[in-house]
């Protein structure tokens, strides 16, 4: 019992920290406006806050993973937190535009530090009756990340950003003292004269792998549209009502239940395959934005949303089983990596693309995850393959 009760002291300390890194991804979505008068600059130039964000972030899965392997997963956790904590401040106080964007690129290489290295200790530390549970709940946090980020952002971020990053700071800091805290493994020891050939091999084995292509062509696109969405909506909505008195704020705390799915999506995926049920959850999304398009003025576009979001994260625990599924063990690890930075890049993406095509951005959106569905549409015989 007293082994149990740490383990989900530390899911705890893990969960409530990805949700404060993870927003920061998220943070100044709904307030393009504010910040355009505040740096005076346009909205496509506010909008790269986000999108470089995005890449850096994204970039620096693929740094802090195999770093962690070197010098351990909680000195690269605490590394990175402190690091975020530091940025944040810094941007509080930033004199101008340039200054806050680049300071941006720098918080989201920081910010990436957290998620993958806290996957990997949850594998390598967690029971093995806990490990599916901890990731499972690790991706609950990130996805309700994106709208405790959006609703910190408009309530915190006004004239100044001084109150939301001393908060987030102050989280960072106090996240940096729970984390030293954590179970974790000794760095792995490694022969120096083998990397190279190890790493060329397991690039080569992921280049060749068309499953592994098409589970990366639903991350591409996956929390792309999630973004892209709700980026259109604050773009064109603001603080105004939707339809019938709901707002975007509104909106967001609607669809909070549905980010719960991948606690519940697992019994699914062993019973269908890790393909069927991506498939299913990313057409239902691609049909779902189609309509929220469409039925924007109707009260059937609350529906649509709420399903829509419940799909996108029925979906990412989804990808990952599958990426998983058609990996092998030795080039695992990288695998996962890829995955998670296409995933962030398409995020990165979806964030500017309302500020060049509009309202029209949700439908090219759609199609893309129709594109995305279809690719990965599964055959007879594999639709009933279980997960690992």
């Not at 082994?3 to 409530?16: I, M, T």
């Not at 620096?60 to 690269?76: A, E, H, M, N, P």
């Not at 699914?268 to 779902?288: E, H």
Request: net charge positive.
């Amino acid at each position: 019992m007293a082994r149990l009760g740490k383990v989900r002291l530390s899911l705890a300390v893990l969960v409530l920290t990805a949700i404060a890194v993870v927003s920061q991804l998220y943070l100044f979505l709904p307030v393009a406006d504010v910040l355009a008068e505040y740096f005076d600059e346009d909205l496509s130039a506010i909008t790269l806050l986000t999108t470089y964000f995005g890449f850096a972030y994204a970039v620096g899965f693929l740094v802090w993973g195999s770093l962690s392997d070197r010098i351990g997963r909680k000195t690269v956790l605490i590394v990175g937190l402190t690091g975020l904590a530091t940025t944040s401040l810094l941007l509080a106080w930033a004199p101008n535009y340039t200054a806050a964007l680049a300071l941006r690129v720098i918080q989201g290489f920081m910010a990436s530090a957290f998620p993958p290295v806290a996957l990997a200790l949850i594998a390598e530390s967690f029971p093995p009756a806990q490990r599916m549970k901890g990731i499972a709940w690790m991706s609950t946090a990130f996805l309700l990340a994106a709208l405790v980020g959006q609703w910190l952002g408009s309530v915190l971020v006004e004239g100044s950003l001084l109150p939301i990053m001393a908060l987030l700071a102050t989280v960072y800091a106090i996240s940096v003292l729970a984390c030293s805290t954590l179970p974790g493994q000794p760095p792995q020891s490694r022969d120096s004269t083998t990397p190279t050939t190890t790493q060329n091999g397991k690039l080569t084995a992921i280049a060749t792998n068309t499953a592994l292509w098409k589970a990366y062509a639903i991350a591409l696109v996956l929390l792309g549209s999630f973004v892209t969405l709700y980026a259109s909506l604050a773009l064109e909505f603001g603080q105004k009502p939707i339809v019938q008195g709901v707002s975007v704020a509104t909106l967001r705390l609607l669809s909070i239940p549905c980010m719960f799915m991948p606690l519940f999506i697992g019994r699914f995926i062993a019973r269908f395959g890790a393909q069927t049920t991506a498939f299913l959850a990313v057409s239902l999304a691609a049909v779902m934005l189609f309509l929220q398009a469409l039925l924007i003025d109707s009260p059937l576009f609350v529906v649509c949303h709420l399903i829509f979001v419940a799909s996108i994260a029925a979906a990412v625990p989804s990808v990952i089983a599958r990426v998983n599924q058609v990996s092998e063990p030795h080039f695992r690890g990288l695998a996962v990596s890829l995955y998670t930075f296409t995933l962030f890049i398409g995020a990165s993406l979806g964030a500017s693309l309302p500020a060049q095509l509009g309202s029209a951005s949700t439908v090219v959106m759609a199609v893309a995850l129709s594109i995305a569905a279809f690719i990965n549409l599964p055959r007879r015989q594999s639709s009933m393959v279980t997960a690992p």
